[in-house]
């Protein structure tokens, strides 16, 4: 699968790829490759002919069933134990049982308990012998400072939305208009254009969510609730709609229309939101929440 990066991004993973151990922070909003990144480096680094894509070697990490790549992420709950994080480092005790380089990944590592990221702190300190740990984050802020601190950081920049429209015209096929379209309720996040390309009824969805939220940002406190109530009521996806006021604060922070800590105070509360909705909270309480912290 191609990759579309940043050439920032890129220069970072070339120089992970040739010194592949310790610690690393994959930083990023969701749908700029991160997981995907992690996997082809973990081929890369496996592979016998530096990742063919056609080797068992590959297949198998595609697969998800090679010993030399082990995934770490939250299953069917709503964060990451300690309890699994001890599971991890009894597991690393072990040898790699290949020649290459072990890649463990804790995807969504934004959601690793306190306690576990205490517990994870000797593991990213003195990792074992050809063991790269790749952390996975959307929000790097959630994670303690003496995580951060031992590890090297990788950020996922957005190519941007014109990159991403060519992109969609000369790679995959897609009529200007549309990859145009995507691109931009996309806000520029290749994972999510590809998506919105290739799916109409939800591009017209996020469309519309789009210029929703643009309307939650600057409306009162009580047309906020009251565009919450229309929002449960309608039954819009709540999940796209936080998206798409992610996607939308990023995109007036760099405008220069909101300041930084009103912009981080908002993306903390489409965070809690998020998280609430994974807990199955009734989505018009969270929704309200959010509606009244947003900045």
């Known amino acids: 699968m191609k990759l579309l990066l940043h050439p920032s991004t890129k220069n970072a993973l070339d120089i992970i790829m040739r010194n592949p151990a310790g610690a690393v922070i994959f930083d990023g909003s969701r749908g700029l490759g991160k997981a995907v ?42 964060t990451i134990s300690i309890e699994r994080v001890r599971s991890l480092t009894s597991e690393l005790t072990l040898k790699p049982y290949t020649s290459g380089t072990r890649v463990v990944v804790i995807d969504e590592a934004h959601l690793l308990t306190p306690e576990a990221q205490n517990a994870l702190l000797k ?42 429209t060519e992109f969609l015209v000369n790679s995959r096929g897609v009529a200007s208009h549309i990859a145009q379209q995507a691109a931009a309720a996309a806000g520029g996040v290749p994972g999510l254009a590809i998506t919105l390309a290739a799916q109409p009824t939800e591009l017209t969805l996020l469309l519309e969510l789009n210029a929703t939220a643009g309307r939650a940002q600057s409306h009162s406190t009580f047309e906020r609730l009251l565009l919450a109530m229309r929002l449960v009521t309608s039954g819009a996806d709540l999940e796209r709609f936080g998206e ?7 995109a007036r922070t760099i405008a ?37 912290e947003l900045g």
Do not use: W
Not at 52 to 78: H, L, S, W
């Open 244 to 250: 798409a006021l992610h996607a939308s604060t990023i």
């Open 37 to 78: 990144a992690a996997r082809q480096l973990a081929t890369r680094l496996n592979c016998p002919q530096g990742g063919d894509d056609n080797c068992q070697v590959c297949r198998q990490i595609e697969a998800g069933t090679f010993p030399g790549y082990i995934m770490v992420n939250r299953g069917e709950k709503t």
């Open 123 to 164: 593991l990213l300190e003195d990792s074992p012998d050809r063991t790269l740990i790749i952390l996975i984050a959307e929000q790097l802020e959630t994670l303690l400072l003496t995580v951060r601190s031992r590890c090297r950081l990788v950020h996922f920049t957005r190519p941007g939305e014109e990159v991403v």
């Open 256 to 292: 220069g229309e909101v300041d930084p800590n009103t912009a981080a105070a908002s993306l903390g509360a489409l965070e809690l939101f998020r998280k609430q909705l994974r807990a199955k909270i009734a989505p018009r309480v969270a929704l309200e929440r959010l509606m009244l």
